[in-house]
C-alpha cells in the first residue's frame, strides 16, 4: 500500500515539499534558534563565575556536568556531532526517537558547549533540524520515502539556523546529507533553509557569524601561495581525521560513560582560569585573530593547545559538533601561514582560506565549504581563492586515502550499534553523462537482489522499464529497495560511476 501511494504522489512531490519543507524549517529554526539562546545563556554565566574562583563556581561546572550525563543515559543517540546519527538514519542503519533525541540533544548540547567543551553548535544544529523534520513526518503521517526527504531537508535547515547560511544548508543536504541531487530535494530544502535562516535572523539579528573585514584583494602573483596552503591544509586534515580515530579507540578503554564525560570537564576548569582561549567552540577566537596581531610563537601554542582539547571533547562523546572547532583550528592555521610566509597584510585572507581548506580536507564537501564560509564572512570577493585552497586540500586528502570523517564517525558508530529496520523506500539516481552505462540495456546494471528499478524519467516523459529497456544520459531511475539496502544500493551505484570514470 505504501509503495502504490508514493508511486501516485511521485509527480507532485515537489509542491508537497516545498509546503513541507517551510513547515520543517520553522519547527527547525524555533527548536535551532532554542538551542543557541541557551548557548549564549550558558557561556555568559560560565564567563561570570569563573572570574573568580567560589562555591558558584563549582555548583556551575557540576550542573553543566550532571545535565549532559542525564542527557546521554535518556538517549544515547544525542552523543557526539549528531551528523552521523542522521547519515545512519537517512542510510536505514539507524532509528532514533525524535522527541527524546531534541529534548536531549537542545539540553545536553547546550550544557556541553555551555561547560567550555571544545565542541560546536552546528553538528547538533544539523541533528535537531534532522528530527525535526522526522517528526513533522510522523505527526502528519508522511510516506517512509518522503521522510526521509523531510529529515534531509531539515538537517539542511538545521545548518542555516546555526550560521545564518541558508545556501550553504542547501548544499550540504545535497552535497554531504543526501549525496544526490533531484530538483524535489533543492526546493524543499531551499524553502527549509529560507525559513529557518528568517527565524534565527529575526532573533540574532542579521550580521554574520565571523566579523572579518578582507581589505586587501590577494594579487594572482601570489597564487602559488594557495597552493602551498591547500598542501599544509590538506595534510593536517589527515592528521585531524586519524587523530579523531585514536582518540575514540583511547576513550574505549573506559568503560563508564561519567567518567568520559569528566575527563574534558575537569580540563575545561583549569583552562577557564589558564588558558580560556581554547573554550568553547571558538567562534569569537576567529574574529579576535582577525582584529588582533598575535605573535607567530602564541598562534603555534593556541594551535596545539585547541587541537589537543578538541579531540579529548569530542572523543568523550559529549553533546557537540566538530565543524565549529575545525573552522577555528583551520583559521588559526591560516594565519599561522600568513606570519610565517611573511604576508601579515592578508592574515584575515589566510584565515577565511585556512577555514575553508581545512573543512574541505576533513569533511570532503568543497562547495558546502566556499558557501558557507562566504556566508559567514559576509564576503563573496575571495570565491577564486577559496576555490583553489579548496581543491589542492581536497586533492591531498583523497590522494593519503584518508576517509571522509563523517563516513569514518559513522562507520565507528554503526560498529557498536543494532539490527536495521527493513521498510520500502524509493532512491533517485542519474546516469551521468560519460557513464558506462549511457547506451546499454538496464539489465546489465546487475543490481543488488532486493533492488527494483521500476520508473524511468526520460525529459518529460515516464518509462516503465524492462530489462531490454537501453539508458540513455541524464536518465533518471526510480528505484525500489529495502530500508536496509540503502548503503549497499549507493555503494555499487558509486563503483560504477568510478569504474565508468576510469575507463574514461
Known amino acids: 500500500m505504501e509503495t502504490k501511494n508514493t508511486l501516485e504522489r511521485i509527480n507532485n512531490f515537489k509542491y508537497y515539499l516545498v509546503l513541507e519543507g517551510l513547515a520543517v524549517g520553522l519547527i527547525a529554526g524555533c527548536a535551532v534558534s532554542l538551542f543557541r539562546v541557551l548557548i549564549n545563556y550558558g557561556e555568559e554565566l560560565r564567563g561570570y563565575v569563573t572570574r573568580d574562583f567560589s562555591l558558584w563556581t563549582v555548583l556551575f561546572f557540576i550542573a553543566m556536568y550532571l545535565i549532559v550525563v ?27 526517537s525524535s522527541p527524546k533525541l531534541l529534548l536531549t540533544k537542545i539540553l545536553g548540547g547546550a550544557a556541553a ?8 553548535r552546528e553538528g547538533p544544529s544539523v541533528q535537531i533540524g534532522a528530527m525535526s523534520g522526522k517528526a513533522f513526518s510522523r505527526l502528519t503521517k508522511r510516506l517512509q520515502t518522503e521522510q526521509r526527504l523531510l529529515i ?28 544526490n541531487w533531484s530538483l524535489e530535494l533543492m526546493l524543499s530544502s531551499m524553502s527549509a533553509c529560507i ?8 532573533i540574532f539579528g542579521l550580521s554574520p557569524v565571523f566579523d572579518i573585514e578582507l581589505e586587501q584583494v590577494m594579487p594572482l602573483s601570489s597564487y602559488w601561495l594557495l597552493i602551498l596552503l591547500g598542501l599544509v591544509l590538506g595534510l593536517f586534515g589527515v592528521l585531524y581525521n586519524n587523530t579523531i580515530k585514536l582518540i575514540q579507540m583511547a576513550y574505549s578503554y573506559i568503560k563508564p560513560m561519567p567518567v568520559k564525560v569528566a575527563i574534558p570537564l575537569v580540563l575545561t576548569g583549569i583552562l577557564a582560569y589558564f588558558y580560556p582561549y581554547v573554550l568553547g567552540g571558538g567562534n569569537a577566537l576567529i574574529d579576535d585573530l582577525a582584529a588582533s ?41 591560516g594565519s599561522i601561514f600568513a606570519l610565517a610566509t611573511g604576508n601579515e597584510m592578508y592574515v584575515s585572507n589566510f584565515i577565511v582560506l585556512g577555514m575553508a581548506g581545512y573543512f574541505t580536507a576533513i569533511v570532503r564537501s568543497p562547495i558546502t565549504g566556499i558557501i558557507l564560509i562566504s556566508e559567514m564572512t559576509g564576503s563573496l570577493s575571495h ?24 563516513e569514518q564517525l559513522l562507520d565507528a558508530l554503526l560498529k557498536k550499534k543494532h539490527k536495521a529496520p527493513n521498510r520500502k523506500v524509493m532512491l533517485e539516481s542519474f546516469i551521468q553523462v560519460g557513464s558506462i552505462m549511457d547506451g546499454r540495456p538496464l539489465v546489465q546494471m546487475n543490481m543488488p537482489k532486493g533492488a527494483l528499478i521500476i520508473s524511468i524519467q526520460r525529459d518529460e516523459n515516464e518509462i516503465v522499464p524492462s530489462g531490454e529497456t537501453v539508458l540513455r544520459a541524464d536518465d533518471r531511475l526510480l528505484i525500489l529497495c529495502n530500508e536496509n539496502m540503502i548503503q549497499e544500493i549507493e555503494k555499487h551505484l558509486y563503483n560504477m560511476a568510478e569504474a565508468s570514470a576510469n575507463d574514461n
Open 70 to 96: 542525564a542527557s546521554l543515559k535518556y538517549e544515547p543517540n544525542c552523543s557526539g556531532s549528531g551528523i552521523p546519527q542522521v547519515k545512519g538514519e537517512l542510510a536505514g542503519k539507524m532509528r532514533v
Open 113 to 120: 558547549i555551555s561547560a567550555g567543551f571544545s565542541v560546536g
Open 152 to 179: 534531509t531537508t531539515g538537517a539542511g535547515a538545521g545548518l542555516s539556523a546555526a550560521f545564518n547560511a541558508p545556501l550553504a544548508g542547501v548544499v550540504f543536504s545535497l552535497e554531504e546529507i543526501h549525496k
Open 195 to 202: 525559513a529557518s535562516d528568517f527565524v534565527s535572523s529575526y
Open 293 to 333: 596581531s598575535w605573535e607567530l610563537k602564541a598562534l603555534i601554542i593556541l594551535l596545539a593547545a585547541k587541537f589537543v582539547f578538541s579531540m579529548i571533547s569530542f572523543g568523550s562523546g559529549a553533546p557537540g559538533g566538530i565543524f565549529l572547532p575545525l573552522l577555528v583550528l583551520g583559521g588559526i592555521t
Open 383 to 406: 570565491l577564486l581563492s577559496l576555490s583553489v585552497v579548496c581543491l589542492v586540500a581536497y586533492v591531498v586528502a583523497d590522494l593519503l586515502k584518508a576517509q571522509p570523517i563523517y
